[in-house]
């Protein structure tokens, strides 16, 4: 044991229980809002606010994941693939709305698959 006082095992800003669990309580607030999101179709388009926070949130999480910081997560596999699906499928029907410029629709879509991909693989990883 690291630290003054049970529940502290370093020096870091989450090498203790109570930064655990806030850790825990933002990755339940980030996902509860990317839920609900995916209620209504219209708030995943390119140009809502969903549409841009729905990655930026997955992003974040990842992020945790990838620190090994406990107390992060991520929903199942399963799920996320099912949430890469029905996003990519609006980016696709939507985006073209927008005159996107030359390259960019290509280019986000290379980054759009890459945060739902490396999130999936993660959230396989912690089910294994």
């Known amino acids: ?3 003054c006082r049970v ?3 370093g020096l870091g800003n989450f090498d203790s229980d109570i930064a655990a ?14 839920c609900e999101q995916f209620e209504d179709p219209t708030n995943l388009y390119p140009d809502e606010w969903g549409g841009h926070m729905v990655p930026a949130w997955l ?10 910081w406990l107390g992060s997560g991520l929903p199942p596999a399963t799920t996320l693939a099912e949430w ?17 410029k030359p390259g960019y629709k290509r280019d ?3 980054v759009l698959e890459s945060t739902f991909d490396r999130a999936i693989c993660l959230s396989a990883d912690q089910e294994r």
């Open 84 to 100: 890469k699906q029905r996003y990519l499928e609006t980016w696709d029907a939507h985006i073209d709305e927008l005159w996107p």
């Open 59 to 68: 992003e974040i999480l990842v992020l945790f994941c990838e620190k090994g």
């Open 108 to 110: 986000r879509r290379v």
């Open 21 to 34: 669990d806030g850790i825990e309580e933002l990755v339940a607030a980030i996902t509860a809002q990317i």
């Open 1 to 3: 044991m690291y630290g």
């Open 7 to 9: 529940g502290t095992w």
